[in-house]
């Protein structure tokens, strides 16, 4: 997918993620594949969403991008450069990565100061003296530098999950992950934390990574969207282009599904279209994986399984029928 | 309204006294809810709706105490019953649905036991094992009677919340209260889950209090709506009056704030700080530190009084007739804290 023979800064080729597990009381061990077959790239400065429902695969993609874990099949390449490459190679271009969680209050030591724990990315990197780049931080992301020598109980969700914000970009890192790093807010802070993110953005011109199970957050943040099922991508698209027409039929249930603050559009629509539940992903469906929940599905979509092609303008989408029927997201009107 | 209403709540108050001093979760908080209607209580964490809902039922747990106030179930002041009244009446008169159906079911037990359970509890007959298949068929689970023998680890999310569903329905209660029944639920499964609230509750006449955070939700479901901040009701509306014409500083900028999936990327708007420390709360109006329009009248309290037809709002500005100037909303506020 790299354009104009440039490398882009962060490119992820045909990664696989396998789990073994065994079911209790089962004496086979069974494969779950969490990620199956998945590309993409992130260029420098840019935002990449990733939307999905549980058991897609988004936060296993996720850690296997920034190195928590290991890929059973393909590559995370940064700057052209394998991150598993053995010795020092590989370990830089893993600190290249930081990740921020869904959980604040989880991700930070509770028996260390806020402040120490900001600090920790850059004394990784051998930096001594880390008050002044801390307070300077704590102050870019809208936090009273005095914060710093508190516990992270006495702060509040919002404010844990700037300084984790903080932590995460105080060593200068090329790409920040964020897994569902929303999620666990109240909605007025949701749109604190999307507009900060987007102006630290414009500031220091970090790549994200924004993995979420919220739509509209993704829309509010993203260049560029992808859609996951079940381990694959279904969908990948500039976000405006997305935003204004979806293509697989997934994206377009998803659309559907995701509710907007607006009485008369809700009552207008009818019941949603979509039946039935995420299949398990130890024993997906055969051909195009969504073929059991699909609209659009015919026989042909239970046998061949859907790659991903360009229906124009860069627009990628693994669908049979992409062109058909999808595409019809209930009508806006009245929406603003 | 000719009809008295299924549910009338009137100045509750419920407080936990804890080590760091009293915090009053709920203050004085009044709504009815009448046959077939759908009331939503919205607000954030910590404003007091899934305290109020608990305190409906009397389920308020220790440190916390109902202090006062009346909750009237079709006329019987449930505040004054003794602990059998009240068990007979929850589950029969009024059905409940919680946020996490893997804690709201029991994992040893087969999902139609637990149903038959909710059922003889409250009248003892034949024909228990016709009315929880049917009831499993009402919420649309395929093959009742196997689905009866399944345990609940054996379902998906979505199939055990519709189990909690079918459970809070059995009885026929005149009231269902449903604290953010789909939060846990993937969206494409929680599209299903209120559409099957949506229609079982007109299909039987139920008067349902939903509490949640969602806007969408909110917009889908319910007839009128009641904002929560801090432990009080600032704001009630008709659903389309509110999210029209919010005559609340606090609600008018949640509304705002709310990412929107049929827009590109923006910055959106946003309502500074957070709600406030409920064991330290400013004195007068409780908003007044975030909001753009809080002036010398708001150091103190308003109380919530009407500013329309069916709509009160608890702004000393609102009620004097003075508009919620937008262009005031949108000032950019550097991350404020």
């Known amino acids: 997918m790299a354009s104009e023979g440039k490398t882009p800064l962060l490119q992820v080729e045909n990664l696989k993620k396998q789990f073994h597990v065994r079911s209790r009381g089962a004496r086979d061990i069974r494969l779950l594949r969490a990620v199956d077959g998945v590309s993409l790239h ?17 936060s296993t993609l996720a850690r296997l991008t920034v190195g928590l874990l290991q890929p059973s099949e393909g590559r995370v390449l940064i700057d052209g450069g394998d991150i598993w490459e053995p010795g020092a190679a590989g370990r830089e271009r893993r600190r290249k990565f930081q990740m921020v969680f869904q959980n604040p209050s989880g991700s930070m030591n509770p028996r260390r100061t806020v402040g120490a724990s900001v600090a920790e990315p850059l004394q990784a990197k051998g930096v001594r003296n880390t008050a002044e780049a801390v307070e300077r931080m704590l102050t870019l992301v809208g936090l009273d530098p005095a914060l710093a020598t508190r516990k992270p109980h006495q702060l509040s969700g919002g404010q844990q999950q700037r300084a984790s914000i903080a932590r995460a970009l105080i060593a200068d890192p090329a790409i920040v992950v964020h897994d569902e790093s929303i999620a666990s807010l109240d909605i007025s802070l949701q749109a604190q934390i999307l507009n900060l993110l987007l102006d630290l953005q414009e500031d220091l011109g970090t790549s994200y990574l924004f993995i979420s199970h919220d739509l509209a957050a ?9 859609v996951m099922y079940l381990g694959e991508v279904v969908e ?18 998803l659309r559907n599904a995701t509710l907007l603050p607006d009485p008369a559009h809700e009552r207008a629509r009818g019941d949603t279209a979509l039946r039935g539940d995420v299949p398990s992903p130890m024993n997906p469906p055969s051909g195009c994986r969504f073929h059991t929940r699909c609209p659009l599905a015919t026989d042909l979509c239970a046998q061949q399984k859907p790659l991903l092609r360009d229906a124009g303008r860069g627009h990628l989408v693994a669908c049979h029928y992409a062109e058909a029927g999808a595409g019809e997201v209930a009508t806006q009107e009245g929406a603003l | 309204m000719s009809t008295p209403p299924v549910l009338r709540v009137r100045d509750l108050t419920t407080r936990f006294h804890t080590s760091h001093g009293t915090v009053t979760a709920v203050n004085g908080v009044s709504f009815d809810v009448a046959r077939g209607e759908t009331l939503g209580l919205v607000g954030e964490s910590g404003s007091g709706k899934s305290v109020t809902a608990m305190s409906v039922l009397r389920l308020v747990a220790k440190p916390g105490r109902i202090v006062g106030g009346r909750v009237e179930l079709n006329g019987t002041d449930l505040l004054t019953l003794n602990e059998e009244e009240m ?6 008169e009024c059905g409940m649905v919680f946020q996490n159906p893997m804690t709201a079911l029991n994992p040893a037990f087969s999902v139609g036991w637990q149903m038959r359970e909710a059922l003889t509890a409250h009248e003892r007959g034949n024909g228990t094992a016709g009315r929880i298949h049917a009831a499993l068929a009402d919420v649309g689970m395929p093959d009742p009677e ?14 055990r919340q519709r189990v909690v569903i079918a459970m809070g329905m059995i009885n026929e209660p005149q009231l269902l209260i449903a604290d953010e029944p789909t939060t846990a639920l993937d969206v494409t499964i929680q599209a299903q889950v209120l559409d099957l609230m949506k229609n079982l509750t007109r299909d039987h006449g139920t008067a349902l209090l939903l509490i949640t955070h969602n806007m969408g939700v909110v917009a889908k479901m319910c007839d009128r709506v009641a904002v929560m901040y801090a432990g009080e009701i600032v704001e009630e509306a008709p659903v389309d009056e509110l999210f029209g014409n919010s005559r609340h500083p606090y609600t008018r900028g949640l509304l705002r704030s709310i990412p929107r999936a049929d827009r590109p990327r923006q910055k959106t708007p946003t309502l500074p700080g957070s709600p406030p420390d409920m064991s330290r709360l400013p004195a007068g109006c409780r908003f007044r530190d975030r909001c753009v329009f809080a002036d010398d009248r708001c150091e103190n309290h ?6 329309g037809a069916r709509h009160k709002a608890r702004c000393w500005k609102t009620q004097n007739g003075e508009t919620l100037d937008e262009t005031a909303l949108s000032q950019e506020v550097p991350h404020g804290v």
């Open chain 1, 218 to 226: 993704v829309q509010a943040i993203s260049h560029r969207v992808i």
């Open chain 1, 42 to 58: 992130l260029e420098a400065g840019e935002t990449l969403g990733i939307v999905g429902e549980s058991g897609c695969g988004k």
């Open chain 2, 87 to 92: 068990r007979q009446r929850r589950g029969s």
């Open chain 2, 146 to 159: 196997r689905q009866a023998a399944s345990f609940p680890h054996q379902m998906s999310g979505g199939m």
């Open chain 1, 236 to 253: 990948a698209s500039a976000a405006e282009e997305f935003s204004g027409r979806p293509l697989h039929p997934y994206s377009v249930a």
């Open chain 2, 302 to 307: 308003p109380d919530l009084l009407a500013v």
